[in-house]
């Protein structure tokens, strides 16, 4: 994932806009995510004074985290939250902890935080945080104090009215567990529905922990459906296994496909007969990476990304398909758990190659749904069964999929495009109606 920013391409015709978004960049995910809305709000027609209304992020907050490391001395960490959207909401979106934070990225993520939670329909707009460290270098006791110290730094504009953070790349119930106490002592008194992810013992939700891997899963069933593509027996490849590649990878697993190989930041393994990837989720919780995982043998990333299989599920990082590799992607589907991990230039070549490719905004928006069942719950202080959890879930993703279906059919175009025209055109609907203030 690159930070540099380059010009984008002129404008081409309505026809090519239609089917793609079109930029030359593949490096910088806010132009990415520019890109697709400028597509989605052309073949929408979208009026100029819509666009100026909606496209940008309506409050951005950048805050120095200064925290006494483990050695005496402070760090000062640079630290970000944005609230792109809150026309239908409080706005909603995770924290990521990663070296490679930077603003434009959070923005990026904030935007297609507003769209995923429209596809969906759930009342929230889009949010995102994220801070930039290097979590697997710190101890338990300078994660919890750097989340502390950024939590009260960004506390003036979150709340559960307001805008609700959640877990991301390197944060889990844990993070949120220090963000919904440090909230709470400044207020005086519990306040759970802060952030949703929380563990359970605070107010999470049953179903919450593997509800992003648990709607990519869904999202799969649908589209092979539609592709007459038997998941039983079906070839799976995972890049990234964490909270979402891991449990879509399980779910997919347990329905029969073979899945043949997956990777971590650390390590990619392989082997053609398949995976356990039960053993393969013991093996990770124990050691914390799947390097040297028994029965497979080790591959290189490029490798893994142009391996014949069926479904390809990039479930880690931005930028991981591009233009100089998706040509080697040899998949029939392309599941995107991960944000942003299919460039403009590469959708292009996929779409040449036939390759059907779910989008983030639809495919990963399993996580931010059951946020909204946590938050439900935590409101009404009323919780539900995990399996009402999991047919909740399975009606919103199944019915999302099938809107976007019929606008890629009935429109013509992308399946990425059809998405962020539906997120669009729903914001855009909320904000024509509201108005503008004063
Ligand atoms: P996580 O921290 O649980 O897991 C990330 C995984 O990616 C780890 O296994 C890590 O080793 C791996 N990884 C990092 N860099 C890699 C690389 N270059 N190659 C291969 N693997 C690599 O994070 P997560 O919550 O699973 O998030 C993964 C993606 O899913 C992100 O794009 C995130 O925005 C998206 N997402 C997550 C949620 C959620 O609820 N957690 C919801 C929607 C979308």
Known sequence: MAIKRTSREPARGMEDRKMFATATVQDNAYDVALTNFDAAADALELSQDIREMIKYPERVLMVSVPVRMDNGHIHRFEAYRVQHSSVRGP????????????????????????WKCAVVNIPFGGAKGGVTCDPKHMSIGELERMTRRYTSAILPIIGPEQDIP???????????????DTYSMTKGYAIPGVVTGKPISLGGSLGRNEATGRGVFYTVQSACEHLGLPLQ?????????????????????????????????SACVYNPKGLNVRELIHMKTLTGHVGGFPDSEAIEPSELLSLRCDI??????????????????SAKI????????????????????????IPDILCNAGGVTVSYFEWVQDEQHLFWEAQDVYNRLERVMKTSFRDVLKIHTDRKVSMRIAANMLGIGRVAEAVQIRGIYP
Do not use: C
Not at 91 to 114: F, N
Not at 312 to 329: D, F, I, Q, R
């Open 91 to 114: 706005s909603k979106g995770g924290i990521r902890y990663h070296p490679q934070v930077t603003l434009d990225e959070v923005k990026a993520l904030a935007t297609w935080m507003t």
């Open 166 to 180: 959640a877990p991301d790349v390197y944060t889990n119930p844990q993070t949120m567990a220090w963000m919904m």
């Open 233 to 265: 027996g079906a070839r799976v490849v995972v890049q990234g296994f964490g909270n979402a590649g891991s449990i879509a990878a399980q779910l997919l697993y347990e329905s029969g496909a073979i899945v043949i190989a997956v990777s971590d930041s």
């Open 312 to 329: 390809l599920v990039p479930a880690a990082l931005e930028n991981t398909v591009h233009g100089g590799n998706a040509s080697s992607v």
């Open 334 to 357: 392309v599941a995107e758990a991960a944000n942003g991990p299919v460039t403009p230039a590469a959708d292009h070549i996929l779409e040449d190659k036939g390759v059907f490719v």
